[in-house]
C-alpha cells in the first residue's frame, strides 16, 4: 500500500512541477513578446532619427549593434517601418500576445482595409493555423515589403 501511495505522490508532484513550468513558459513568452514590440518601436525611432549613420542599412546596424542574424534584422526593421501600418496587430504583440514571426506572418498581407480583420485572426488562431489562413491571401496578392517573406526553414 505505501509502495502505491509513494508513486502516486510522485505523479502528482511530477504534475504540478509540469503546470508550475507550463505558466512559467507562458508568462516568460509573453515578455519575449512584449519586449519585442518595444524594440520594434524603438527601431522605429532610430531609424527616422537617422542614428544608423556609417552603416549600409539599418539592419545592417541592428544585426551588429545586437547580435541578430542578417536576415533577423531585416525582418525587424520591416516591420518597424510598417508599425505605423499595424496598429491592432503592434497592440497585441505590446500585450504579449504576438510574436515577431507572427507580426511579420500577418503584415505580409495586411492592407489598411483589412489590418483589424487579419489581427483577430493571428490573435485567435495558433501561430500555424495563422500561416495557414494567411497563405492565401499571399497566393494572390505580393508581399509590401520583401524582407516580411519568410526565410527558409532549416533543421537544427
Known amino acids: 500500500m505505501e509502495l502505491v501511495e509513494s ?46 549613420k556609417g552603416f549600409s542599412s539599418t539592419a545592417q546596424w541592428l544585426s551588429v549593434r545586437a547580435g ?19 496598429p491592432t496587430l503592434m497592440g497585441h504583440a505590446r500585450a504579449g500576445q504576438l510574436s515577431p514571426g507572427v507580426l511579420a506572418t500577418a503584415a505580409r498581407v495586411v492592407t489598411a482595409d483589412n489590418e483589424e480583420r487579419v489581427a483577430e485572426i493571428a490573435a485567435s488562431c495558433t501561430p500555424a493555423q495563422t500561416a495557414r489562413v494567411l497563405s492565401t491571401y499571399r497566393g494572390v496578392t505580393p508581399p509590401p515589403d520583401p524582407d516580411l517573406a519568410p526565410e527558409p526553414e532549416r533543421d537544427a
Open 7 to 52: 508513486v502516486a505522490n510522485e505523479a502528482v508532484a511530477h504534475e504540478v512541477e509540469c503546470d508550475v513550468l507550463d505558466a512559467r513558459v507562458g508568462v516568460l513568452a509573453a515578455q519575449l513578446h512584449a519586449l519585442s514590440a518595444e524594440l520594434i518601436d524603438t527601431i522605429a525611432e532610430f531609424d527616422a532619427l537617422g542614428g544608423s
Open 68 to 86: 541578430f542574424t542578417p536576415g533577423e534584422a531585416r525582418r525587424l526593421c520591416a516591420l518597424a517601418r510598417r508599425r505605423d501600418e499595424l
